[in-house]
């Protein structure tokens, strides 16, 4: 059974950078055609696409994020990880990292995540 | 890229059915037959319940049900139980492995 599991800081000050990252058990991120996601959720309201990462290390990026994210894969860790620069209270949110599927099903549907980890963005 | 549209809220007795639509555009949902619906509890992971519009992955009870109709998708949810009480997220995919979420729906069971 495929387990994510984030980790960061629990406050980022705005203007600073928000880093997490999300450790994989129970299968492995280089496993072929994966596909590796990140969502997040503002308290109380939707949920946003943020970003995917195919497991050779090509990133999919929300328009609106692209300026200022950046996705990446570490192998011999079986992470994966989102930077978002310059972040303001907008950003916050619960940020989840998934399992966007495999090979025919990959990269349209996320099947496996994780618990989720606020990040407020305050001074 | 804006949310699809869904309905704040609906809601059911038990043992009727609801269907909750997913409004995009023809760049998205009207585009691919690639919806998929989530169901989230309060304070938990949103859980995958639908793909691909129509397919269930195992475990999922067959009480709920996707279609598609133009730019236009809906889920169905039939033999309302206690359980399915939650938020509901549509999602497609909008071309170069972009995704774009629904703003939610809140199910209530009355």
């Known amino acids: 059974q495929l387990q994510l599991q984030e980790s960061g800081p629990g406050l980022v000050k705005p203007s600073e950078t928000l880093s997490l990252t999300c450790t994989v058990s129970?299968?492995?991120?280089?496993?072929?055609?994966?596909?590796w996601g990140w969502i997040r959720q503002p308290p109380g309201k939707g949920l946003e696409w943020i970003g995917t990462?195919?497991?050779?290390?090509?990133?999919y990026y929300n328009p609106s994020l692209k300026s200022r994210m950046t996705l990446s894969l570490d192998w011999s860790k079986n992470q994966f990880s989102l930077r978002l620069t310059s972040v303001t209270a907008a950003d916050t949110a619960v940020y989840y990292c998934?399992?966007?599927?495999?090979?025919?099903?990959?990269?349209?549907?996320?099947?496996?995540w994780g618990q989720g980890t606020l990040v407020p963005v305050s001074s | 890229q804006s949310a699809l549209t869904q309905p704040r809220s609906v809601s059911g007795s038990p043992g009727l059915s609801v269907s909750i639509s997913c409004t995009g555009t023809?760049?998205?949902?009207?585009?691919?037959?690639?919806v998929s619906w989530y169901q989230q509890h309060p304070g938990k992971a949103p859980k995958l319940i639908i793909f691909?519009?129509?397919k269930r992955p195992s475990g999922v009870p067959d009480r709920f049900s996707g279609s598609k109709s133009g730019n236009a998708a809906s889920l169905t949810i039939s033999g309302l139980q206690a359980e399915d009480e939650a938020d509901y997220y549509c999602?497609?995919?909008?071309?170069?492995?972009?995704?774009?979420f629904g703003g939610g729906t809140k199910v209530t069971i009355l």
């Open positions: 998934a399992w966007g599927g495999s090979g025919t099903y990959g990269g349209r549907l996320f099947d496996y």
């Open positions: 129970g299968g492995s991120i280089s496993s072929r055609g994966d596909y």
């Open positions: 990462m195919y497991y050779k290390g090509n990133p």
């Open positions: 023809s760049s998205d949902v009207g585009a691919y037959n690639y």
């Open positions: 691909d519009v129509n």
């Open positions: 999602c497609s995919y909008a071309g170069d492995y972009t995704l774009i």
